[in-house]
């Protein structure tokens, strides 16, 4: 069975950072796109970066700049280094293939006080 599980959130203060990572049970070697997404509280589920195999990024407008997305297929591993965090990037964060969702993991929260 495929298994996403994500990892690294916690509660950090605005400005600081946090490392989240997703890892796959399966290997992502061939998987073209990887992303992370989150979902605030009533909110729904947002893109926040992608990266293909080749390593080309992109990033939703309110994050370009301090979320950096990266993936190391020989761990079956993504990443997301989120720095200069503010209140508003509180959620829970996801990871998954892009655009055929895998089961989704349980998320790690990410919670951002002022």
């Known amino acids: 069975q495929v298994r996403l599980v994500e990892s690294g959130g916690g509660l950090v203060q605005a400005g600081g950072s946090l490392r989240l990572s997703c890892a796959a049970s399966?290997?992502?070697?061939?998987?073209?796109?990887m992303a992370w997404y989150r979902q605030a509280p009533g909110k729904q589920r947002d893109l926040v970066a992608a990266?293909?195999?080749?390593?080309?990024?992109n990033y939703a407008d309110s994050v370009k700049g301090r979320f950096t997305i990266s993936r190391d297929n020989s761990k079956n591993t993504v990443y997301l280094q989120m720095n200069s965090l503010k209140p508003e990037d509180t959620a829970v964060y996801y990871c998954n293939r892009r655009p055929d969702y895998l089961p989704w993991g349980q998320g790690t929260q990410v919670t951002v006080s002022s």
């Open positions: 990266i293909t195999g080749g390593g080309s990024t």
């Open positions: 399966v290997t992502i070697f061939n998987i073209k796109t």
